[in-house]
């Protein structure tokens, strides 16, 4: 046996000798890759996109009590505060039905149909700190003033059977919904979401 003879057989069992080793190491590599990227998607599906989490729908119902339903005068207001939220809601000629009346922050979107036969309704979204919220209501056109309110979107002026929507990304309070239709509000036609954390 030669030098050279010794040193290939040497060169080879060193090599079968690593081969259990690499492939341990391929092995280890492959398993460390996995891990870590379902550790990234729990975490990133848990923590980082919270917000997709509270992806919410609400349907919401414009109703009325037909072609009668809109009286704009202080007997037929049920006693409704021009710009104030309150009054005999059981009494109501017109309103707003929500599917959810709280939902968590994040992305909500409304489904809004007008479910009357007769009225054009829409539906308008204002933030509120409370329920005892005085709005400012135009007396002469016998509504919410939008712009002084702090309009945040609306689905406009839906035709009796009509439909549409709105996605509005929300923080946590109260929100009041409303029909700004002239007459609509005094008569009934509001409700209010809570958007929590």
Excluded at 176 to 196: A, F, K, S
Aim: with cysteine.
């Amino acid at each position: 046996m030669q030098i050279s003879d010794y040193v290939e057989i040497t060169a080879q069992l060193s090599t079968e000798a690593n081969e259990p080793r690499k492939k341990w190491n391929t092995i280890m590599t492959v398993f460390s890759r996995t891990t870590l990227s379902l550790a990234g998607a729990v975490f990133w599906t848990f923590c980082g996109a919270g917000t997709a989490l509270a992806n919410s729908t609400i349907t919401v119902s414009l109703w009325d009590r037909g072609a009668d339903s809109v009286m704009m005068d202080d007997q037929h207001n049920f006693g409704m505060s021009k710009g104030m939220m309150g009054g005999d809601m059981p009494m109501a000629m017109m309103g707003i039905g929500l599917s959810e009346a709280s939902v968590p922050a994040g992305m909500i979107t409304f489904n809004v149909t007008n479910d009357s036969k007769d009225i054009i309704h829409e539906m308008v979204v204002t933030a509120i700190t409370s329920t005892e919220d005085v709005l400012p209501y135009l007396a002469d056109e016998f509504k919410i003033d939008e712009d002084a309110a702090g309009h945040l979107g609306e689905v406009a002026e839906l035709d009796p059977g009509a439909a549409g929507s709105l996605g509005l990304d929300m923080k946590p309070g109260l929100y009041l919904l409303y029909c700004n239709i002239p007459g609509h509000y005094i008569g009934g036609m509001w409700t209010v979401l809570t958007v929590t954390e």
